[in-house]
């Protein structure tokens, strides 16, 4: 290279004399910024992304095909493992989609308990996600500080189904128990301190230098291409796009409440970390507000947590320990033995994530004929590639932990 | 004037005639079925259609009927129409011994992989996808798992006994 | 700022005397200056209390595993303090989730990169026996591809269980022989996996 050494100490290459090649580099299954086993092998140019393919499937657990084995009731605790930071919403979500199916329609009460249950759990799924976005960029203690009052909400779990994570929450048409006052305690408790923790969480981040130059601008996608490939919840209304489930097909009740759909403008991740510490304070609004409708109802309507089903419903554990017809009729549910109606039904709930759907197909037989999820982060872990194209490596980090990438849920 | 299902009905008669069919409304949502070939047309006339606009894909799969001849595979679209707040379902069947289906991967970005997995699972060929192989299952697997002659079971697995576990 | 955070809303208090576990030394021979024990037990002791484990998360039972990291539950006061995420820095493989058959070489593979001596520990039942994934797709328990030393069962198992899996491969790390890893019966037992 002598020859190329000129007086300016500056080395410059002759031209044509290095091919410029891109590297391949395996962002493989097991990393510790894939939260989830999924695997993308990028080209890289330098430390530019030129394209990105990604590989999925390494937790595939066949669901579907379980499904078809199951009885009703369960389907239930595979469904706990879609999604399994919001449990609870894939839970009820289920319990929805059979009701529709069944024809059986529920009180008031149960479908706000069911509301008070489901905001905690969106509440669980937001943070996890955004504290990870923290975790990805940097800044751990964030992760440390509202893991505490997520294990507030994992008791009050524990107090209505025993369950912390994978919780197997509720009967089609109501809850298998009465909230007792302990639980009734912890939600107040929760009420009460958890306002405070999210406005410091808020306080460390959304105005944090380095925190906005890492995710302003990382990952951006526009409401017609989020559109077009099927983004649905947090994603796409930090896009611009105002959809959100509870408020197009209102479902358990949502339209007696009153609550804000945030929604973005250039759909980045500080969008939708924006988006989603948004929907957290709005959650906390409904469940303040669910929670005052219900201490205001009396007498029997204050007592009811199921719908009147008893072809359906199993009955109390008391009386199935002590009785023997409500022995047979839980034998005989749980195995599906009772009248299931052939027919099709599309239900949606609006998960952690987006439009989380239940096509179930019934043949009148015991198990589904079909079921098939409609998985949101199946659909649009598909756009990581246009949104990665051209950006640099860390932000790719950045990308795929905002998206709130669940394996579970991607690969059922 | 609200889109109820009477008129998609009404313009999705007067635009393709006899070729769509079966319509249903199970649960309050409109199902309909058309021959496999016209199943881009259909898809490109709601969406394009300033009345109908479906413009949403809310998901895609398929569904293995053994008994049926001829028509043993039914790969279902469920559309949305975001703006009036309208969801319809749409069918198509196709024969298990030639699976071929155009794809909606021009139309819907999100049908990609959606078709991939309606690939893995069942078999069925999407025509001009661009890039139709196994999503979820290894890529070596031979058997396409969710039609209905495969067991759900690994059948080599040697710790659990079939006779115990009630199979 | 609310702090601390109690969650036992009727608390009992605690009673302290009599009742605290302190580690203790060795067995040996004390003098002026001097302590005399048995080497495997220092190295033992040693090890067990400063293990560097390697998360391999996969599912539900990964997010108990995050909350027995967080605060309240506490991993760090085990000496696990630092998580490593490359296996040829780490001692213990916790493998927290279900494997399918599509990761089952990736775990192999993993498994191989760590340095002697390494210990597994198969938390949860999707990865002790395959748990309620009795499918085509899901490998039934990570004991068809690496030997593992502890497994820990619960769907997903509670953080208490999950130290208490911990401590047990603690237990294990310290009595272990320093002959182990070169014994016939290891050899043996790293052939029948395919492991040289």
């Given at each position: 290279m002598s020859e190329t050494i000129t007086h300016h100490h500056h080395i410059k290459l002759p031209e044509g004399s290095i091919e410029k090649t891109t590297t391949t580099l395996n962002l493989g299954p097991t990393h510790p910024a894939t939260h989830g086993v999924f695997q993308n092998i990028l080209e890289l140019d330098g430390e530019r992304i030129v394209s990105a393919e990604q590989t999925v499937g390494y937790i595939h657990r066949a669901f579907e095909k379980l499904a078809e084995r199951r009885p009703l009731y369960q389907i239930t605790t595979i469904t706990d493992r879609l999604n399994y930071c919001s449990s609870p919403i894939n839970n009820m979500g289920w319990h929805l989609t059979c009701e529709k199916l069944l024809g059986?329609?529920?009180?008031?009460?149960?479908?706000?308990?069911?509301?008070?249950?489901?905001?905690?759990?969106?509440?669980?799924?937001?943070?996890?996600?955004?504290?990870?976005?923290?975790?990805?960029?940097?800044?751990?203690?964030?992760?440390?500080?509202?893991?505490?009052?997520?294990?507030?909400?994992?008791?009050?779990?524990?107090?209505?189904?025993?369950?912390?994570?994978?919780?197997?929450?509720?009967?089609?048409?109501?809850?298998?128990?009465?909230?007792?006052?302990?639980?009734?305690?912890?939600?107040?408790?929760?009420?009460?301190?958890?306002?405070?923790?999210?406005?410091?969480?808020?306080?460390?981040?959304?105005?944090?230098?380095?925190?906005?130059?890492?995710?302003?601008?990382?990952?951006?996608?526009?409401?017609?291409?989020?559109?077009?490939?099927?983004f649905t919840g947090p994603n796409l209304r930090a896009a611009g796009v105002d959809y959100d489930v509870r408020v197009h097909t209102p479902y358990s009740s949502y339209d007696d409440f009153e609550f804000e759909i945030p929604v973005g403008s250039t759909g980045d991740c500080y969008d939708r970390f924006l988006v989603r510490n948004q929907e957290m304070w709005q959650s906390l609004s409904i469940i303040s507000q669910a929670y005052k409708k219900i201490q205001e109802m009396k007498g029997a309507d204050a007592e009811v947590y199921h719908a009147d089903a008893p072809a359906y419903y199993l009955p109390e554990k008391k009386d199935v320990y002590t009785k023997m017809e409500a022995l047979i009729w839980h034998f005989k549910i749980i195995m599906g033995e009772t009248e299931i109606p052939p027919g099709e039904v599309y239900q949606s709930v609006e998960g952690g994530n987006g439009e989380l759907g239940f096509y179930l197909i019934s043949d009148g037989g015991r198990t589904p004929y079909r079921l098939h999820f409609r998985r949101p982060c199946f659909i649009y872990y598909q756009a990581y590639s246009e949104l990665t194209k051209g950006s640099m490596l860390s932000d790719a980090i950045i990308v795929m932990s905002s998206l709130n990438l669940i394996a579970g849920e991607m690969d059922a | 004037m609200s889109l109820t299902n009477e008129t998609?009905?009404?313009?999705?008669?007067?635009?393709?005639?006899?070729?769509?069919?079966?319509?249903?409304?199970?649960?309050?949502?409109?199902?309909?079925?058309?021959?496999?070939?016209?199943?881009?047309?259909?898809?490109?006339?709601?969406?394009?259609?300033?009345?109908?606009?479906?413009?949403?894909?809310t998901d895609l799969t398929a569904v293995h009927y053994p008994d049926k001849a001829a028509r043993e595979l039914a790969v279902v679209y469920h559309l949305h129409n975001l703006v009036d707040n309208v969801r319809i379902r749409f069918k198509v069947f196709t024969d298990i011994n030639k699976p071929d289906i155009f794809t909606a991967t021009q139309l819907y970005s999100s049908a990609n992989w959606m078709e991939r997995e309606t690939y893995d699972f069942f078999g069925v060929n999407f025509v001009g996808h661009p890039n139709l192989k196994r999503i979820l299952n290894v890529d070596e697997m031979d058997y396409f798992p969710l039609l209905k002659q495969y067991p759900l079971e690994d059948q080599t697995r040697i710790d659990k006994d079939d006779a115990m576990f009630g199979r | 700022m609310p702090r601390p955070v109690q969650f036992n809303i009727h608390p009992i208090p605690a009673d302290t005397k009599d009742n605290i576990s302190m580690v203790g030394a060795p067995e040996g021979h004390a003098g002026e200056g001097f302590f005399?024990?048995?080497?495997?037990?220092?190295?033992?002791?040693?090890?067990?209390?400063?293990?560097?484990p390697m998360p391999f998360a996969t599912s539900c039972c990964g997010i108990e595993f995050m909350a027995t990291m967080a605060s309240h539950y506490d991993l760090a006061r085990f000496g696990a303090e630092r998580l490593g995420f490359s296996p040829r820095q780490c001692d213990l493989l916790?493998?927290?989730?279900?494997?399918?058959?599509?990761?089952?070489?990736?775990?192999?593979?993993?498994?191989?990169?760590?340095?002697?001596?390494?210990?597994?520990?198969?938390?949860?039942?999707?990865?002790?026996?395959?748990?309620?994934?009795?499918?085509?797709?899901?490998?039934?328990?990570?004991?068809?591809?690496?030997?593992?030393?502890?497994?820990?069962?619960?769907?997903?198992?509670?953080?208490?269980?999950?130290?208490?899996?911990?401590?047990?491969?603690?237990?294990l790390v310290g009595q272990e022989s320093l002959r182990r890893r070169n014994s016939d019966r290891y050899k043996t037992l790293l052939e029948s996996y395919g492991i040289q």
């Open positions: 059986v329609k529920t009180p008031k009460r149960v479908d706000y308990l069911r509301i008070i249950i489901m905001e905690l759990a969106r509440i669980s799924d937001h943070l996890i996600c955004n504290s990870v976005v923290g975790v990805d960029s940097g800044a751990y203690t964030g992760f440390l500080y509202v893991m505490q009052y997520r294990e507030l909400i994992y008791e009050i779990y524990e107090e209505v189904c025993g369950s912390r994570l994978t919780t197997n929450m509720g009967r089609i048409g109501g809850f298998e128990r009465n909230f007792s006052n302990t639980a009734f305690e912890k939600i107040e408790k929760f009420l009460n301190e958890y306002p405070a923790v999210l406005k410091e969480f808020e306080n460390l981040f959304n105005r944090n230098r380095i925190f906005m130059e890492r995710t302003i601008g990382a990952g951006p996608i526009s409401a017609a291409r989020a559109l077009n490939y099927g | 998609i009905k009404a313009r999705l008669i007067e635009k393709f005639g006899e070729q769509v069919s079966n319509f249903e409304e199970p649960y309050g949502m409109l199902t309909f079925e058309a021959p496999k070939e016209m199943n881009l047309k259909v898809m490109q006339f709601l969406f394009d259609d300033t009345e109908l606009r479906f413009q949403f894909l | 005399a024990t048995k080497l495997s037990d220092v190295v033992g002791l040693a090890r067990k209390n400063s293990i560097w916790m493998v927290m989730g279900t494997i399918a058959k599509k990761m089952g070489p990736i775990v192999k593979q993993v498994y191989l990169q760590m340095a002697e001596p390494r210990w597994v520990l198969a938390v949860g039942a999707c990865a002790s026996s395959g748990g309620i994934f009795d499918t085509y797709s899901v490998l039934q328990g990570i004991d068809q591809v690496v030997p593992v030393d502890v497994y820990v069962p619960g769907c997903p198992p509670r953080p208490e269980a999950i130290l208490d899996g911990f401590m047990k491969i603690q237990d």
